[in-house]
């Protein structure tokens, strides 16, 4: 997990604003995802993506959006869709079973 | 899709006590089973894992049993030691497809 980064630790965001948080790997994994965590609670799906230049639907993919680009990097966005955005924001990447994950995101909405 | 619950929330034992969690699932094409550690404020962090061709793997004071005529699976550890606080998730993987979690059990470690 150490190949996985994620920027910034924290970020504060208006209402109203979208922002994107950034998730970069050096792993050569094919498979990355994005997770919501809340206080208390476990991790939910947003979007994964297997490969570059596609990707699915989670179970809580409304008012986010990603980009598969680059195998390496992984962006999430969240937008002003999200009517309650203040979480914990993991990312992963994955190889054969394992999955590994960055050092999370933490979203603020002021 | 893949539906995993996981008991109990929270767990507090003595130190030097073992500890059991317990999740189920419900696809039975899942064959891959990991458990995760989460530190406040950090980063899960995988302790064991199991795939569905074994019943049981352990790694010092951690093992993992899996039933999967029963669909489910348990993690215990033995002789808790205080650094064991932390939360602990669950999972369970379809080949080629998401992990779905469980809800997370917090377990104390009372000196």
């Known amino acids: 997990d150490g190949g996985i980064t994620q920027s910034p630790k924290y970020l504060f965001r208006k209402e109203g604003q979208n922002v994107t948080l950034s998730c970069e790997q050096n792993l050569n994994h094919d498979a990355m995802y994005w997770y919501r965590q809340d206080p208390g609670q476990g991790l939910r799906l947003i979007y994964y993506s297997q490969i570059v230049n596609d990707f699915q639907k989670g179970d809580i993919a409304e008012g986010y959006s990603v980009s598969r680009e680059k195998k390496e990097s992984f962006p999430l966005t969240v937008t002003s869709a999200q009517k309650n955005p203040t979480a914990f924001y993991l990312c992963?990447?994955?190889?054969?079973?394992?999955?590994?994950f960055g050092p999370g995101t933490r979203l603020t909405v002021l | 899709g893949e539906n995993v619950e996981q008991h109990p929330s929270t767990l507090s034992v003595q130190e030097g006590d073992s500890a059991v969690i317990k999740c189920t699932y419900s696809?039975?094409?899942?064959?891959?089973f990991p458990w995760y550690k989460q530190e406040l404020g950090k980063r899960p962090q995988l302790i064991i894992d199991?795939?569905?061709?074994?019943g049981e793997k352990k790694d010092q004071r951690i093992a993992v049993t899996l039933n999967k005529t029963a669909k489910h699976f348990s993690l215990h550890i033995t002789e808790t030691q205080p650094e064991d606080s932390a939360v602990y998730f669950c999972?369970?993987?379809?080949?080629?497809?998401?992990?779905?979690f469980g809800t997370g059990t917090s377990l104390t470690v009372i000196p």
């Open positions: 999972a369970a993987s379809i080949p080629g497809n998401q992990f779905y």
């Open positions: 696809d039975s094409a899942s064959n891959y």
């Open positions: 992963a990447s994955r190889l054969r079973d394992e999955q590994f």
């Open positions: 199991i795939r569905s061709n074994v």
